[in-house]
Structures are given as C-alpha cells and as structure tokens.
C-alpha cells in the first residue's frame, strides 16, 4: 500500500510541475465593460473642482481661525479696542 501512495505523489508532483509556465488568463478592464465609457466613478474634471472648492472652503476657514486668534490676543491683553476697522456695522 506505501508504494501506491508515494507513486501517485510522484505522478500528482509530475503532472504539475512544468519547465513552461502555464498560460493564465488575466481579465483587462475593456473585455469587462459593454459600455465605451467609464461606467463608475467621476470624472476627474469633477473630481479636480472637488478638491478645488475643498481647499477653497479650508483657506477660507483658516483665515477666519487666524483673525478670531489675533482678537482673542487682543482681548487677553486686556485692551478695549479690539475689533477691526473695516468691520463695524
């Protein structure tokens, strides 16, 4: 019985192994797609305004952190005119 086990080892052994690699076949993306476009995801046209108007909102929002600091110092000095010049209504 030993003798079966190890022959059909060696043959299992001899069947896979090849001095020539096997061909595989590697999905691309355009046999996957019926449509000519990209059928997911945004264009990055619109992905770049994205990123633009976010980094617009972020300048503006650290600009806005930057003045609230500069009249809390003013405050914390202890002096009474704080405010901008600019800004009084």
């Excluded at 096997?22 to 797609?33: G, M, N, T, V």
């Amino acid at each position: 019985m030993p003798q079966k086990k190890d022959e059909l080892f060696k043959n299992a052994a001899a069947e896979e192994w090849s001095p020539e690699p096997k061909e595989r076949h590697i999905p691309s993306l355009k046999e996957d797609s019926d449509s000519d476009g990209p059928s997911e995801g945004f264009p990055p046209t619109l992905m770049l305004l994205a990123i633009l108007v976010l980094l617009l909102v972020g300048y503006f929002l650290c600009m806005k952190l930057v003045q609230m600091s500069q009249t809390e110092d003013c405050l914390m000095a202890g002096r009474h005119n704080c405010a901008e010049i600019g800004n009084t209504f």
